[in-house]
């Protein structure tokens, strides 16, 4: 019987595994842990519209305090878990020893960090969480140039909502094209030409030596080629890393983040993992992967949450993503890597299209741009991996469901 659930993290993942511990009626304790002060949250609109200045933060909430208000519901927030007692089953914290029967580790994961000089100057920031954005929001009321490190979906998402609220942006990226980890040549054209036209001066190829400051803030970029980019404040978004230390630390398996079975199980029977913290996996992709999104975290957490209430669920979804740039939605399903041909669908110059990724006829991932509806389709097909014809994919006058 378990009498105990400890949640380590207290992010999107977890609060997901209370909502389905709640939904299942686990009639045992729920301990949720968490080093922010805040109830579960969800982070996609602090670099959309919370960072505009569109949403107050009680909306960035999961769920509501009331939600969490149970006589079974213990919330430790900013308590940060220090240590991980497998053998005792125990998590440490604040000097606590909390037992448990089940633990499910959602720690999510943190940014990679710039080490150059100057990186620790006033007005250099990095966006994570709440508190991150808040700080941004404040300093952005005195400023008017802006350096982006960075064109992943964040650093993007970032100069978009930058130039909405009328700064100067420069956006700098060591490679050669915008968002070059996730999406074709095709997708990084358009979305550079883009926010081009929306006044974003971007530098590609640009490498960066460090940063100049005068009286501890910053005030600008100098880029290894040797010039400088005046800036009043620098957002560096060059991506992010597992929080898999205190799993790999309690002995459980580790390898580009927590090894979870495909029941969100880790090497130890009595511990769970979800979300950005674990490599699950894929059966749609006949490999390993570690995923950074919303509905990956979701999705394994009710796995988690519905194993420990005694089911024998298995997670295997086809990953999905989005990202909010101006008036464009990008969506993709799937994951890209590997393809051998590309088919265009649509017109990017009408801005809704679509980029369909196969492997040897078999559709592997889509970018879907302001085209919703190849989205939502294009899922059943990449799960059926059926051999497709290009030549009808492109046709804009077939959907995509009749081709499953
Ligand atoms: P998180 O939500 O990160 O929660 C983990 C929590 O655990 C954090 O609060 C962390 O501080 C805490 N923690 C870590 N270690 C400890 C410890 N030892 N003790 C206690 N607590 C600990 N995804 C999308 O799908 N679409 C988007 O558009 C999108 N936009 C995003 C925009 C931004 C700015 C960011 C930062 C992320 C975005 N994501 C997006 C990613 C998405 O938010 C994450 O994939 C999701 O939050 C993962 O949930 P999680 O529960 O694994 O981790």
């Avoid at 999107?12 to 301990?31: E, N, P, R, W, Y």
């Avoid at 674990?278 to 194993?307: C, D, F, M, W």
């Amino acid at each position: 019987m378990t009498a105990r659930v400890v949640i380590v993290g207290a992010g999107h993942g977890a609060g997901q595994v209370v909502a389905t511990l709640k939904q299942k009626q686990f009639d045992g304790d729920i301990v949720l842990l968490g080093d922010e002060p805040w109830l579960p949250y969800q982070r996609p609109p602090l670099s959309k519209k919370y960072l505009a200045g569109e949403l107050p933060v009680e909306r960035l909430l999961f769920k509501p305090a009331s939600f969490y208000e149970s006589p079974n519901i213990t919330l430790k927030l900013g308590t940060r878990a220090e240590a991980i007692d497998a053998q005792q089953h125990v998590v440490v914290a604040d000097g606590e020893h909390i037992g448990y029967d089940k633990l499910v580790i959602a720690t999510g994961s943190r940014v990679r960090q710039l080490d150059i000089p100057g990186a620790d100057l006033g007005g250099v920031h990095y966006l994570r969480d709440i508190a991150d954005v808040d700080r941004i929001r404040t300093e952005i009321a005195n400023a008017s140039k802006v350096a982006i490190i960075g064109a992943g979906y964040i650093g993007l998402e970032v100069a978009a909502v930058f130039r909405q609220l009328g700064l100067d942006v420069t956006v700098l990226e060591m490679a050669e094209r915008v968002m070059s980890r996730v999406v074709s040549p095709h997708v990084s054209a358009f979305f550079e030409r883009e926010h081009k036209a929306h006044g974003v001066a971007l530098r590609l190829a640009a490498g960066i030596g460090g940063f100049e400051g005068e009286d501890g803030r910053v005030t600008g970029v100098s880029t290894s080629r040797g010039d400088m980019i005046a800036a009043d404040i620098v957002i560096i978004g060059i991506g992010i890393q597992p929080n898999s230390e205190l799993a790999a630390r309690a002995g459980l398996e580790t390898d580009n983040g927590i090894v979870v079975d495909n029941h969100c199980r880790t090497s130890d029977p009595d511990i769970f993992a979800v979300g950005d913290c674990t490599s699950h996996p894929s059966q749609v992709y006949g490999r390993q992967i570690r995923l950074e999104s919303v509905h990956n975290a979701l999705e394994q957490a009710k796995v988690a949450a519905s194993n420990i209430c005694g089911e024998d669920l298995s997670y295997d979804e086809v990953p999905w993503f989005w990202s909010d740039q101006y008036d464009i939605k990008l969506q993709i399903a799937g994951l890209s890597e590997g393809y051998d041909e590309i088919v265009i669908r649509g017109e990017p110059r009408e801005r809704s299209f679509s980029c369909l990724y196969l492997d040897e006829g078999r559709l592997l991932a889509v970018d879907a741009i302001n085209a919703p509806r190849d989205f939502m389709q294009s899922k059943a097909l990449i799960a059926a991996r059926a051999r497709l014809d290009a030549s009808k994919l492109s046709d804009t006058e077939i959907p995509l469901k009749d081709l499953v």
